[in-house]
């Protein structure tokens, strides 16, 4: 991540129609208006704010959501138990 001058990071997300902002990769804002910018290539995480605001004025589910992690995360979680444990555990 580069930072294209005095500031750093700078991100929010706040909600219930209202903000999200991010600036040091570079721009993007939303009640701030302006809606993107990029001198600079955008970040991973600036491009899933992106989606993130263009599903909800899509009115859809956002591409990562969390209902579709959730199925990962619970994999995830069996694979270390498993390997805690030295067996095999059954997914269902």
Same mark, same amino acid.
């Given at each position: 991540?580069?930072?294209? $001058? ?8 706040? $909600? ?15 009640? $701030? ?6 001198? #600079? ?11 993130? !605001?263009?599903?909800?004025? #899509? ?12 199925? !990962?995360?619970? !994999?995830?979680? !069996? ?14």
């Amino acid at each position: 991540m580069m930072s294209t $001058g005095g500031f750093l990071y700078n991100r929010y997300l706040i $909600g219930s129609k209202g903000y999200l902002l991010l600036i040091d990769e570079t721009e993007l804002r939303l009640n $701030g208006n302006l809606f993107m910018r990029s001198e #600079q290539k955008l970040s991973n995480f600036a491009l899933e704010l992106k989606e993130f !605001v263009d599903s909800i004025r #899509q009115k859809r589910e956002p591409l990562t959501s969390g209902r579709k992690n959730r199925a !990962v995360i619970e !994999v995830l979680e !069996v694979a270390y138990k498993s390997a805690e444990e030295h067996s095999s555990i059954e997914i269902t």
